[in-house]
């Protein structure tokens, strides 16, 4: 759909940005080993941005062209009363001034939420489901239950909700299982994206390079079973697309560390607090609650385009022997992926 107020938010380098993913909070019911440590300190729910305030900023954004909306965590279905966000931005949806509004979650909530999540104009879910296998998986969650998940992820398919699996792959964790995956995801009727770990917040005991695994090893394998054509399918995200001719689905893999994918980039992400980052990969933010508290809807408005003016080229990530350090020390639910 096009909108005459799309090239409102654009910035220096000719990107226009009408993508907003919002975490709504940083709390989680897992404790996955490459996203968090176990014992995380998380904030006090006091600083966080009420629901209400949440709602506006979106609408501000809209207001500058933003067409889609992807909540996200920590886990976004845990926030209390997130169904009233949800229910706001779908109505938005409805009345044609939105695209899509669309949630990454770890399915754990789905089973009693996938039909309320439906009825309010949600059509698409990210899941991310490191592994089929019940010991693999806790291993990976430490606090999941796969067999909750992955009932969940039938009601969602019975609501009518479309399902994109995302996984991680880990090296000496899941990495016997990316065959399996992407048959089952074509059984299913699935779309599967496979992501390499990325260096972001500290994970306490684990070490993110035993972690990593490079998806060009990823690849090797699984062309070992399939016929994998790169895919025509473009999106603005991070992810290169593959055909897969046995199961007729498709494959995306985001190899963040191995190839650089800003040049599309047409998003920012919004933390549960109010920040502004203008890239998932820099520490560089704008800090949108204090425009709204202090200045209200104007103040808002000029916090988000002067924001928007500093959002740069790109990332910088890296893992190497040299340097295990996270990148940004923020973890990835703060952000949201
Ligand atoms: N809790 C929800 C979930 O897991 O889908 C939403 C938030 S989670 C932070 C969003 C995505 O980021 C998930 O697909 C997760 O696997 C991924 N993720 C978290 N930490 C990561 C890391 N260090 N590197 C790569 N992906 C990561
Ligand atoms: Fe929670 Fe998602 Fe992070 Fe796992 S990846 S700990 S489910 S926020």
New binding site residues.
């Given amino acids: 759909m096009t909108n005459e107020m799309t090239t409102q938010l654009i910035d220096p380098y000719g990107r226009s940005v009408d993508y907003i993913r919002l975490?709504v909070t940083d709390r989680?019911d897992?404790r996955?080993v490459?996203?968090m440590a176990e014992d995380m300190t998380f904030l006090p729910k006091a600083d966080l941005l009420t629901l209400e305030e949440l709602e506006q900023i979106v609408k501000c954004f809209m207001s500058l062209g933003t067409r889609k909306v992807r909540l996200?965590?920590?886990?976004?279905l845990v926030r209390r009363n997130i169904m009233h966000l949800i229910s706001a931005l779908g109505a938005e949806v409805k009345a044609g001034r939105l695209d899509e509004v669309t949630l990454?979650?770890?399915g754990s909530q789905l089973g009693k939420m996938a039909h309320e999540l439906y009825e309010a104009g949600v059509r698409r879910l990210?899941?991310?489901l490191?592994s089929r296998d019940k010991d693999t998986f806790k291993d990976i969650t430490r606090w999941g239950d796969l067999d909750k998940v992955m009932a969940g992820l039938e009601t969602a398919k019975q609501a009518g909700l479309s399902l994109k699996i995302?996984m991680?792959a880990l090296k000496g964790v899941n990495d016997d299982e990316f065959a399996d995956m992407l048959r089952w995801c074509g059984d299913e009727g699935f779309d599967l994206t496979i992501?390499?770990?990325?260096?972001?917040?500290d994970?306490g005991s684990e070490n993110?390079l035993d972690q990593y695994l490079p998806l060009t090893e990823v690849r090797r394998q699984l062309e070992n079973h399939f016929t994998l054509t790169p895919s025509t399918h473009r999106t603005a995200g991070p992810a290169r697309y593959f055909d897969v001719q046995e199961t007729g689905g498709r494959l995306g893999l985001i190899t963040p560390l191995t190839h650089n994918f800003c040049e599309s980039c047409n998003r920012v992400r919004m933390t549960c607090t109010g920040e502004l980052y203008m890239c998932l990969g820099q520490d560089d933010n704008a800090n949108l609650a204090q425009a709204l508290r202090s200045g209200g809807e104007t103040a808002l408005k000029e916090a988000i385009i002067e924001a928007i003016g500093r959002k740069p080229k790109g990332h910088d990530f890296e893992i190497s022997r040299r340097n295990s350090a996270p990148a940004v020390s923020r973890?990835?639910?703060v952000t949201?992926?």
């Fill in positions: 975490s989680c897992f996955c490459y996203c996200t965590g920590g886990e976004p990454t979650t770890n990210n899941i991310s490191d995302n991680v992501i390499e770990v990325m260096p972001m917040g994970i993110r973890h990835m639910s949201g992926g």
